[in-house]
Nanobody, 120 residues
């Protein structure tokens, strides 16, 4: 069973925006760092963004800096990824993750993913 559940993916055109959401119905992750990763067919899983438990620190992968924003609402036990100026190369399955420590590599808990497709 997935501990995290993503939603908000879809098919959009280049230049459009999407907001992905991640919730955790089974437990609270308010004391954990949260991250977003993505994976396209034939490519390695790529770090997208992460946020610490308090929401005070955000980190991003180089390919999305200036276009994507991660934020969280601990009262709702939710984390979000606002994606602007989308490009075809952003097409991937996007995964939400949680861990004790804010990082760019390893997370203990994962969702099943949501598909984002960007047409040119």
């Amino acid at each position: 069973q997935a501990q995290l559940v993503e939603s908000g993916g879809g098919l959009v055109q280049a230049g459009d925006s999407l907001r992905l959401s991640c919730g955790a119905p089974g437990r609270t992750f308010s004391s954990d760092a949260m991250g977003w990763f993505r994976q396209a067919p034939g490519k390695e899983r790529q770090f997208v963004a992460a946020i610490d438990a308090s929401g005070n620190i955000r980190i991003y992968g180089d390919s999305v800096k200036g276009r994507f924003t991660i934020y969280r609402d601990n009262a709702k036990n939710m984390v979000y990824l606002q994606m602007n100026s989308l490009k075809p190369e952003d097409t991937a399955i996007y995964y939400c993750a949680a861990d004790r420590i804010l990082n760019r590599r390893e997370y203990a808990y994962w969702g099943q993913g949501t598909q984002v497709t960007v047409s040119s």
